[in-house]
């Protein structure tokens, strides 16, 4: 072990050990002396109470390291067993044969274990890969790789919480059952991001470099200003106009084309590239939807779970019908994935933003409800939402965030977006008045027709912040979009896109009383950050859309491709689009 390592160690086991000296201090004042091996018990179970102490689910912490008997006082072996602890319950629910045998007559049931058995699998995943990456953390980069945890422990709790919301209108009690076998291994996940969470705040405070204000040395250790994985092929195909580079795979000469097909990227194909004609030229269009016996997860027409993927000037499209519900034309389960002149189409959940971090620049994105969604980290810049006419009786939502865990550092932006068709009210309740006090709602700095926000709703979690408490949602500290996205040579905007307006020094609560919870490291400001689980409603404007690598441009409505008849007719005034947010999250 170096020595960069042995002193990393060493600083994150005094973090939580010290609380456990204080407590065995107070033990020691208020009771009469013990034996040896009384004492050492007595300590054992005082540095499990630390360790678990700021987690949201402390006696399943404290059960699962008890019954592990680690005979350990370090706190840094303490959170490496829950981890273990945590994974082997997630391959006993993967491993769990028993509720598929008796699922065979529900194809929707059947379809729903099946997807749970492939989730499971990569939340598992990614509870080894952070805590393999326990072990090598370096100063160089410490701020970097313990944002990097949160990252893949929110994916891990994403996963589980996809699998049971697989297993709506299923028959039988098969859901429910399966809901008890995670029950734990969500909690102990959930802990585990609270511990990474602790150890963040912890160098934080002590004075490690903010990750957004620098270049990553171990990632960007070339001349080029590239990540060290391009090589030189690789940035050649980056900085090359389109129609010069040549393709590993041809699918058509000229690269046009409908293709009527379901396209699955695998988690171990990773740095994949697809390339299209123009989004309206080149389109991968589907038909799997949630009526014919599908869950949502599965219904995607293209879904990417490979890291470092990136696609250009192509479309993609799930033409199933508002009649079907949910039908996925793109579902994103990947990190480092960029999108650009990319076009999504659909109606019902539309583009899936399901894990990691993402980015969007220049694309469109059409549907009717809750057609952005997902718990990603995600960046939309000069993007065009456009709302589509829905079935009777029907509400358009633009995004329904779903957060689970308020350390999650997950979210949608959207800066300098268009959204076409929204009521003044701007925002449309999940469910009753549910998470109305933990929301986090915020818009800044909007322009063009819809810009007032005289007549929102005043929810107690819809925030008026400062410029520079709104600057941490901008793409370069909430995704750290600086280290890894100028690589792919796509137009790319760091911070604000426009002018800040005058006069914009002070935050203030809407009516509000809100809790507030923010862990994130990224920035120096606290920000009131919790879950909701609210949607975006329709909006009603128009803007013009930049050239392709215009950054500070306002979006315009462009040509399209759907017809007059599908675009949802505004109902009232319009409201607003906002320049660097909303931001959204859900709590379920």
Not at 443 to 453: D, L, R, V
Request: charged share 25%; aromatic share 8%; with cysteine.
């Amino acid at each position: 072990m170096s020595k960069t390592r042995l002193a990393i160690l060493t600083v994150a086991s005094l973090v939580l050990l010290g609380a456990a000296i204080s407590l065995i201090v107070m033990v020691h004042r208020h009771a009469e002396p013990k034996s040896d091996s009384t004492k050492a018990d007595n300590d054992i179970v005082t540095s499990i109470k630390a360790v678990c102490d700021n987690t949201d689910y402390k006696q399943t912490c404290v059960d699962s390291l008890t019954k592990a008997k680690t005979h350990s006082t370090d706190p840094y072996d303490h959170v490496k067993t829950l981890f273990e602890i945590t994974i082997a319950q997630l391959d006993d629910a993967a491993k769990n044969s028993n509720l598929m045998k008796e699922a065979q007559e529900d194809p929707r049931t059947n379809d729903a274990l099946k997807s749970c058995k492939e989730l499971a699998g990569l939340a598992v995943d990614d509870l080894r890969r952070s805590f393999d990456n326990m072990n090598i953390f370096n100063l160089n980069d410490l701020g970097q790789a313990l944002f990097q945890l949160k990252i893949w422990m929110s994916g891990a709790i994403s996963y589980q919480q996809t699998c049971l919301d697989g297993f709506e209108k299923t028959e039988g009690d098969i859901g429910e059952r399966m809901g008890k076998l995670l029950k734990q291994s969500m909690e102990l996940t959930s802990d585990c991001l609270a511990l990474i969470t602790d150890f963040s705040q912890f160098f934080q405070a002590f004075g490690t470099p903010p990750t957004a204000n620098r270049r990553l040395l171990s990632m960007f250790n070339n001349d080029y200003n590239f990540p060290e994985w391009v090589d030189g092929t690789k940035r050649r195909i980056l900085q090359e106009e389109p129609k010069k580079i040549t393709p590993n795979v041809t699918v058509a000469l000229d690269g046009k084309g409908v293709y009527n097909e379901i396209i699955r990227i695998p988690k171990n194909l990773t740095h994949l590239m697809v390339m299209g004609d123009g989004p309206d030229k080149t389109r991968v269009t589907g038909s799997l939807n949630f009526i014919d016996g599908i869950t949502t997860y599965h219904t995607a027409t293209f879904a990417v779970s490979g890291d470092f993927f990136m696609a250009r000037d192509i479309g993609f499209e799930n033409s199933a019908g508002p009649e079907k519900h949910q039908a996925v034309a793109l579902r994103v389960s990947a990190d480092y994935t960029v999108f650009y002149n990319c076009r999504m189409d659909g109606y019902q959940d539309t583009l899936y933003a399901h894990t990691y971090r993402q980015f969007y620049r220049e694309c469109t994105i059409s549907g009717t409800i809750d057609f952005i969604f997902g718990d990603g980290a995600v960046v939309f810049q000069n993007c065009i939402m456009v709302v589509r006419k829905p079935k009777d009786n029907q509400n358009c939502i633009v995004t329904a965030q779903g957060r689970k865990e308020s350390r999650q550092p997950t979210g949608l932006v959207l800066q300098n977006c268009s959204i076409v068709a929204d009521p003044p009210e701007g925002w449309l309740p999940w469910n009753a008045t549910f998470a109305f006090d933990t929301l986090f709602y915020t818009e800044f700095n909007n322009h063009g027709p819809g810009a007032s926000k005289t007549n929102r709703v005043k929810w107690p979690g819809v925030k008026e912040l400062s410029s520079k408490r709104i600057n941490r949602f901008t793409p370069g500290k909430f995704i750290i979009g600086d280290t890894w996205i100028p690589p792919t040579g796509v137009p790319y905007t760091s911070g604000f896109m426009l002018d800040l307006p005058e006069d914009n020094s002070k935050d203030s609560d809407n009516n509000s009383n809100s809790n507030s919870n923010d862990d994130e490291s990224n920035d120096d400001d606290d920000d009131e950050d919790d879950s909701s689980s609210s949607k975006k409603k329709k909006s009603k404007k128009k803007k013009k859309r930049p050239k392709k690598g215009e950054g500070p441009a306002p979006a315009e409505s462009p040509d399209n491709g759907i017809p007059e008849s599908e675009i949802s007719a505004p109902d009232s005034s319009p409201a607003s689009s906002p320049e660097a947010v909303p931001i959204e999250k859900k709590e379920t």
